[in-house]
């Protein structure tokens, strides 16, 4: 057996043994992806829910009959009121709407209140259309045309993504920075204890005095690492297909299925997924490996992973906004962690291609060998490892 088998086996056994790990590895992702994919859209479409059922008082001066009549079967509740904008402001009603100098003016907390003040807007807008489009349609008959001039065509969109795509959601792009971001999780509660931890409670310097070769117990703490951050990541997608039912049976309303989607993934893109998450968990846990070692303490360690986790996290964070208006070019799934978060987007959404793919995995393959030299240079450099 190599020792760099014993070495994980070490680890693994010493980081079982920690509960608090455990329950950051294994049960918090499952708690934390349902609540951070679904969460917001499940509260918002209750919240829309809610609002479209519920009446809403509306402040209104000098309109006309006509729209007054359309307020009841709109759930709104007309209040006269003198002074609109001061009525909206003390919050006796929830919006205003005023007929003055030929035009509507609607007064709301857009600003203050932005859900709730758009969800009455839209409503009173609503009202309008209706009255416009009733105004329209008699002042056309009454000089003898068809109201139907003016919808002389009709215009329907077809969503051509592959069912995978369209199932993701408005949500979807959000999956891959989840994912990457419990892998580091994972990666760095064994990693920092197996490395700097060590430092600290004086036990690496008879770990290197055994006759292992540097390499294997850098390989050795790397494959610790990267088997929690593979369970840390599994955990997620295991909340993330959980929680989807879950509160797609207790949503209401057709924003949460637009925002939500429906995540599911097909066998060979589970594979394709699966490879992809464990060559970026082994560069991520190379690369916490090689600082984990130039830090002298626990602590000092967790100064030096928090920039790390910024310059990783901030590039995620831009393309979960930007990715569809990247051009694909091949060069960028050669870009450390850009390409993974691609990656992982596009099989996800069932449009990754081969070329790209095998891109992603030789240019990580590279990257993982880089940061595991530098984590094996970190172990034989004695500046590093008895630094003061």
Known sequence: MKAWYYVALKEIVSTWRDKRTIRNVLVLPVLLMPLFMYGPAFLMSDIESRTQAAVQKVGVRDLPPEVLELFAPANLEPVPVDDPRAAVEAERVDAALVWRDGRFVIYA???????????????????????????????????????????????????????????????????????????????????????????????????????????????????????????????????????????????????????SGSFSLSPMSTLLLFVTAVLYAAFITALLVAVGMYARSYKEAQTYVSPLYMVLVVPLLVLMFASDFLSQNLWLYALPVFNVYLAIDQIIKAQIGSAALIVTWISSLFYVAAATYWASRNFSDEGVLFRN
């Open 109 to 259: 907390m857009e600003g203050a209140k932005p859900v709730k003040a758009g969800l009455v807007v839209a409503k009173v807008r609503r009202v309008l259309d209706r009255y416009k489009d009733a105004l329209v349609a008699e002042r056309l008959r009454a000089v003898g045309l068809d109201p139907g001039v003016l919808a002389p065509f009709a215009v329907e969109v077809n969503d051509v993504s592959p069912p995978e795509a369209q199932g993701a959601g408005v949500l979807g792009g959000m999956i891959p920075y989840f994912l990457m971001l419990f892998i580091m999780m994972g990666a760095m509660a064994v990693v920092i204890d197996a490395t700097a931890g060590e430092k600290e409670k004086g036990t690496l310097e008879a770990l290197l005095a055994a006759p292992v070769a540097h390499l294997e117990l850098a390989t050795g703490k790397m494959f610790a690492g990267l088997v929690f951050a593979v369970v840390t990541s599994i955990s997620g997608l295991a909340g993330l297909l959980l929680g989807g039912a879950l509160f797609r049976s207790l949503a209401r309303g057709a924003t949460f299925e637009a925002m």
